[in-house]
């Protein structure tokens, strides 16, 4: 069975750090881009990144590039997605998603066939 | 940037009903498109990929179809476990639409 199960809620004050994980188990981790996505407070979806663990390939979206860093550790199927300075504007759910094989050639991030449980992050002073 | 809007925002409809959502882009994206349910709290789940491809285990009642610019989602008989937000992305850049919620009327 494919999971994606990623690491607990965090509370933060500006400015700190942070880095959350998502760990894939149940297919090859390393053949399937991992993406993330944001969800602001009772708002839609935004995806801000994907990284191709087999190879550290990433690719960023224009609104989110300097802003996180993406990684992967593909020795323990895990994907990343830090933050070197939060502002309270961060405050939201991530989700880590898989990326589905519909294509033979890189079609774009997406279509995303399983998602994590997603993690909130909370900044605040 | 390619825009994403979906339409309505915000839908009413009943159990057995045919509902239609839209969603347009601003310039043609072939069929890169998907369609996603979420429910309050939890994850998004895909339905629709390549525009009209059904994902493995969605109910039939569920289709898509369009390509360049304008693209519709249909549940041909709303369901109890359907209401919930359905978001489009063009992912040949990973865009989102803001959503359609679909609620009882």
């Known amino acids: ?125 | 940037d390619i825009q994403m809007t979906q339409s309505p925002s915000t839908l009413s409809a009943s159990v057995g009903d045919r509902v239609t959502i839209t969603c347009r882009a601003s310039q043609s994206i072939s069929s890169w498109l998907a369609w996603y349910q979420q429910k309050p709290g939890k994850a998004p789940k895909l339905l629709i990929y390549k525009a009209s491809s059904l994902e493995s285990g969605v109910p039939s009642r569920f289709s898509g179809s369009g390509s360049g610019t304008e693209f519709t989602l249909t549940i041909s008989s709303l369901q109890p476990d359907d209401f919930a937000t359905y978001y489009c992305q063009q992912y040949n850049r990973g865009t989102f639409g803001q959503g359609t919620k679909v609620e009882i009327k």
């Open chain 1, 1 to 125: 069975e494919v999971q994606l199960v990623q690491s607990g809620a965090e509370v933060k004050k500006p400015g700190e750090s942070l880095k959350i994980s998502c760990k894939g188990s149940g297919y090859s981790f390393t053949s399937y881009w991992i993406g993330w996505v944001r969800q602001m407070p009772g708002k839609g979806l935004e995806w801000m990144g994907i990284i191709y663990p087999g190879d550290s390939d990433t690719r960023y979206s224009p609104s989110f590039q300097g802003q996180v860093t993406i990684s992967a550790d593909k020795s323990i199927s895990t994907a990343y997605l830090q933050w070197s300075s939060l502002k309270a504007s961060d405050t939201a759910m991530y989700y880590c998603a898989r990326r589905g094989k519909y294509y033979d050639f890189w079609s774009g991030p997406g279509p995303f066939d399983y998602w994590g449980q997603g993690t909130l992050v909370t900044v605040s002073s």
